[in-house]
């Protein structure tokens, strides 16, 4: 499987956000409303765990043109696991939000950005890109206020940087409030947001 961290093919001024572990009930449409704001499309790593039980906020992403990837359905650490149990992990998670989107996910990004040992070795078989990351907010950290955020994000970007923040977990009004901040800065910068779907594809099977 493919695995990126950021994508080198980009010169112009573009970057990409992505946020994990949602959708959440509290969070995703404070989120959403600072991304459509600023008219800012983002890639969501859910998880099919919350996509079973949020699947109005699923469907409100999708509504709102942003992208929904596969973030396996426990967030189990996979990296030791058996092939079937990582295919099934990232199958039962497709079924999930396929059923509510219509859309089968082109990206998976491996829980905690561990990735899965037996992807290099070309386990399990599947059509996707794995997705990690080149910035990571760490917005999940004790210290994670919107400067600390910041200051991991915005200091040295570099046009094709693939930026991580979180939607899910828990109370993410830090990591909103470094968005309202960080958008707005970028954009006066010449900056802009684009999905990762429309830079990478899947090549199709021979
Ligand atoms: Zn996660």
Same mark, same amino acid.
């Given at each position: 499987?493919?695995?990126?961290?950021?994508?080198?093919?980009?010169?112009?001024?573009?970057?990409?956000?992505?946020?994990?572990?949602?959708?959440?009930?509290?969070? %995703?449409?404070? @989120?959403?409303?600072?991304?459509?704001?600023?008219?800012?499309? &983002?890639? /969501?790593?859910?998880?099919?765990?919350?996509?079973?039980?949020?699947?109005?906020?699923?469907?409100?992403?999708?509504?709102?043109?942003?992208?929904? &990837?596969?973030?396996?359905?426990?967030?189990?650490?996979?990296?030791?696991?058996?092939?079937?149990?990582? &295919?099934?992990?990232?199958?039962?998670?497709?079924?999930?939000? &396929?059923?509510?989107?219509?859309?089968?996910?082109?990206?998976?990004?491996?829980?905690?950005?561990?990735?899965?040992?037996? /992807?290099?070795?070309?386990?399990?078989?599947?059509?996707?890109?794995?997705?990690?990351?080149?910035?990571?907010?760490?917005?999940?950290?004790?210290?994670?206020?919107?400067?600390?955020?910041?200051?991991?994000?915005?200091?040295?970007?570099?046009?094709?940087?693939?930026?991580?923040?979180?939607?899910?977990?828990?109370?993410?009004?830090?990591?909103?409030? %470094?968005?309202?901040?960080?958008?707005?800065?970028?954009?006066?910068?010449?900056?802009?947001?684009? @999905?990762?779907?429309?830079?990478?594809?899947?090549?199709?099977?021979?």
């Amino acid at each position: 499987m493919r695995i990126i961290k950021r994508l080198h093919d980009v010169k112009e001024k573009l970057i990409f956000l992505t946020f994990d572990d949602g959708p959440d009930p509290i969070n %995703t449409r404070p @989120l959403l409303d600072v991304l459509n704001l600023h008219d800012v499309r &983002a890639t /969501f790593f859910c998880t099919g765990i919350r996509a079973e039980k949020f699947p109005d906020y699923l469907l409100l992403l999708k509504e709102n043109d942003h992208d929904i &990837a596969n973030h396996g359905y426990t967030h189990r650490d996979l990296r030791f696991c058996q092939s079937k149990v990582i &295919a099934d992990e990232i199958s039962r998670t497709d079924r999930v939000i &396929a059923e509510v989107t219509g859309e089968i996910p082109l990206f998976f990004r491996p829980p905690f950005l561990r990735v899965p040992i037996l /992807f290099f070795l070309g386990k399990p078989n599947l059509r996707k890109i794995t997705v990690l990351c080149s910035r990571n907010g760490r917005d999940y950290q004790r210290d994670a206020t919107a400067d600390n955020i910041y200051s991991r994000i915005l200091p040295g970007i570099t046009p094709g940087d693939i930026i991580l923040l979180h939607d899910g977990g828990e109370d993410r009004s830090e990591t909103i409030k %470094t968005l309202s901040r960080i958008i707005p800065e970028l954009e006066a910068d010449g900056w802009k947001f684009s @999905l990762l779907r429309e830079h990478l594809s899947i090549p199709s099977p021979e």
